[in-house]
């Protein structure tokens, strides 16, 4: 597991000078249009970290400049709304919804003890498993829902090309023997210690945005009283460089 190490810092080092300079639209553009070529490109990374300030305009302005901007959800504690990003508990890898090409968080307030989003490849996982594994895992159709929709209302396959969609609470009820095998031969990889996990605690005023095709996300759990914020988007159709 790591750690924000030498590499990720270094693909934002070109965004974090054109940062320093200003916080207004024009820069905050700069800084999105290399992040979302640095993730359409580069295939050793498919995700960046960026300081782009601390103002929910300046996450607004940066998810425009990424993409279409598919939805924006806040995610922070609330008692009152039964959903996993509003609980305190763990949360399980997975994707976002499929037709969100990447996943922006903007970090408003961070949790003072932990509040890391593990990241993990999920190609690279899915392509550790067995020829046989893989086939039958080509079977596997996951219930999805419309993004204007909480309840599931069609399917979509658990790999498409190279694109992955997963999130274990959408894994139908009834799978056959051979499938149930094989998806959890790919859950037993899905670990904060696996060798393709990274972590990634966000500080006031940071994005992290992922390819969401490939990388699944999750969380340790949190306080009950943590004032964790954060701002999420999923961007459709990704603008290049």
Not at 62 to 71: H, K, M, S, T, W
Not at 114 to 130: F, K, V
Request: with cysteine; glycine share 8%; net charge positive.
């Amino acid at each position: 597991m790591t750690r924000r190490n030498a590499g990720k810092r270094n693909t934002t080092n070109l965004m974090w000078r054109c940062h320093r300079k200003g916080n207004n639209s024009r820069n905050v553009g700069t800084i999105a249009r290399g992040v979302a070529g640095m993730l359409a490109l580069a295939t050793d990374e498919g995700f960046a970290i960026v300081p782009i300030g601390s103002s929910p305009k300046c996450g607004r302005d940066f998810a425009d400049y990424c993409g279409q901007v598919l939805l924006e959800t806040e995610v922070r504690l609330r008692p009152s709304i039964d959903t996993y990003l509003c609980s305190p508990g763990e949360i399980a890898f997975h994707t976002d919804h499929p037709e969100a090409d990447a996943v922006v968080w903007h970090c408003h307030i961070q949790d003072e003890e932990d509040g890391a989003t593990l990241l993990i490849d999920g190609l690279a996982a899915y392509r550790a498993l067995s020829a046989t594994d893989q086939r039958e895992l080509r079977r596997l159709c996951l219930d999805c829902p419309t993004i204007s929709e909480t309840r599931p209302s069609h399917g979509h396959p658990f790999v498409d090309g190279d694109a992955i969609f997963f999130a274990p609470w959408l894994v139908p009820g009834q799978l056959d023997v051979r499938l149930q095998s094989a998806l959890v031969g790919f859950q037993n990889l899905l670990s904060a210690k696996s060798p393709w996990c990274r972590e990634v605690r966000l500080a006031p005023g940071e994005a992290l945005m992922i390819d969401n095709r490939r990388f699944l996300h999750g969380r340790r759990s949190i306080p009950p009283d943590s004032q964790r914020w954060l701002t999420r988007y999923w961007i459709g159709h990704r603008r290049s460089a």
